[in-house]
């Protein structure tokens, strides 16, 4: 069997290594490595591919989120609504603008960020919501737009998870997760469903005027050369980068598919076992992951183990060769720096349950029946206590 990995980069870079190598070495003989023609050619795909009129690349996820916030015109003190289960630079970037972070409580099924929740923390300081398409399922945001129409806040979409996945609206019709709120943020990190060889990101949005104003900040604030006109800061998507992200932008949609193919298969193994609870999707025949849902791209898959010594089975696994990992084993709201008198405990059961249960098994583009078949086999064993 091939040595396992939490994420195959080098496997997966073996299937278009002739069109990067390619590439790379078009873009060194170019020169042209900031804001170069494969910078463009990318964003015109990747509009393209998403369905919005304007992606935005600059040079982490990171960056993203917070530029789509200065964009917005976002002021110290205005109070940003987010999900307490989630990586820290959702909530980091709120508080590096001088915003005012509310964390609430998420959804025990989804992850996603709980809805009922979001609507109990809306004051008249309100000003944006900010939910995380969490391990690459889709938020729900007929809702979330709903509930921000009705209280005049925007919706920023991190989708650093989740690019690729669709959302299936009421009235039937899909969008791509990243083009469905005002503006929306995505991270190119190496690890990432669509990934570059270092640090990229990208904000999409299909206002027109929001587009412009922030691809002056991404650019020092300038639209012409030497000429200022807002505050911004210096984050490009460099073309290297860009350019091994066009070799694989055509095989998004394969390398997400073969993601919910091994989630399927995990899935599968898993029916039935006492104290495992599987990831599922958010469409109502998606029980178990069917066939045809795009409504989750398996970023990540993640078990909750119930009735279980969660480390205990990390250590396990470990021990077999098999990584794993724990995301996130604590609450945005216990974090040193985002401690804050406001939160009341009470308001975080189920995040305060996740951090205590959850495991993310290897995912990636690579897996196969034999890697799978020995890591469920592992699991099942541990937590039957064999």
Known sequence: MRKIQMVDLQGQ?????????????????????????EVHAFQAELEKYLGVKHVI??????????IAMMGLGLKPGDEVITADFTFAATVEVIALLGLTPVLVDVDPVSFNIDLDAVEKAITPKTK????????????????????AKQHDLYVI???????????????????KTGTIGHVASTSFFPSKNLGCYGDGGAIFTNDDELAHTIRGIVN?????????????VNSRL???QATVLRAKLPNLDGYNAARQTAARKYTAAFKGIENIITPTGSCDDCPFICDTCDCHVFHQYTLRVVNTDRDALAKHLNEQGIPCG???????????????????????PVTNQLVKEVISLPMHTELDDEQINFITNTVIHFVQGS
Not at 159 to 164: L, M, S, T
Not at 220 to 232: I, N, W
């Open 157 to 175: 979409e991190d989708n650093a998870q989740g690019i690729g996945a669709s959302y299936t609206h009421k009235d039937g019709s899909k969008s």
């Open 13 to 37: 870079y073996q299937g278009i290594k002739e069109r990067v190598d390619r590439s790379i070495r078009d873009v060194v003989a170019s020169a042209a490595f900031i804001n170069g023609p």
């Open 128 to 147: 944006a919501i900010v939910p995380v398409h969490l391990f690459g399922l889709a938020a729900e945001m007929d809702a979330l737009m709903d509930l």
């Open 220 to 232: 020092h604030g300038m639209y012409k050369r030497y000429h200022h006109d807002v505050v911004g």
């Open 326 to 348: 724990v995301y996130y084993p604590i609450p945005l709201h216990k974090q040193k720096a985002y401690v804050d008198e406001r939160y009341n405990e009470a308001d975080f």
């Open 57 to 66: 690349p600059c040079a982490n996820g990171t960056d993203a989120l917070q």
């Open 238 to 240: 460099d073309s290297i």
